[in-house]
């Protein structure tokens, strides 16, 4: 089911609407950990532990998380970013199995182009395993372009990662 892109900013958050379900994007807080932490143990082959997610949620000033929250199942997709100057570094955007390929990753990457962008990003950075072609052509679909490549990147199987890059937040003419 594809979304219907009828985004509503409301009060810091974000509803996207769809022909029969409805989420919303909003910023996290510490009342989201719990959640995010079982996402991030059900989609990622090296995920955070509990602790470095709290950590980075609540006590990092340069990070910044958002959460994809369906008005009856809960969070279902998260992202987070750390803030660098003007640009920031995609460290993670994973939705729950339940709910992939249904736009809850393309509209947690819209939504946070947006609020980056009112904070003065102009440039977002991410990697991404090199084998993982969802992933590839989701941020291809978004924008990203390829800039780089890091040789054996992740720990747990040497595999490379690719390096992507978009332009937000101002006019590149």
């Known amino acids: 089911m594809r979304p219907i892109l009828r985004v509503r900013p409301q009060k810091g958050f974000l509803t996207v609407g769809m022909e029969t379900e409805a989420w919303r994007i909003r910023r996290a807080s510490e009342k989201d950990l719990d959640a995010i932490h079982r996402i991030e143990q059900a989609t990622q082959s090296l995920p955070w532990s509990r602790e470095s997610l709290h950590r980075d949620l ?4 340069s990070s910044r998380y958002w959460v994809a929250e369906h008005l009856s199942a809960g969070i279902i997709g998260y992202a987070a970013c750390w803030l660098a100057l003007d640009e920031v570094d995609l460290v993670n955007l994973a939705v729950h ?3 992939h390929r249904q736009g ?3 509209c947690l990457l819209a ?4 609020m980056l962008a009112t904070e003065g990003i102009q440039r977002i950075f991410l990697e991404v395993r090199a084998n993982n072609q969802a992933a590839l052509a989701l941020y291809r679909c978004c924008g990203f372009s390829q800039i780089g490549e890091r040789k054996a990147y992740y720990s747990d199987n040497k595999e490379n990662a690719i390096i992507m890059t978009k332009f937000i937040g101002r006019n590149d003419e």
Do not use: N, Y
């Open 58 to 61: 609540a006590g990092r000033t």
């Open 97 to 99: 199995p339940d709910w």
């Open 104 to 106: 809850v990753a393309t």
């Open 111 to 114: 939504s946070l182009e947006g």
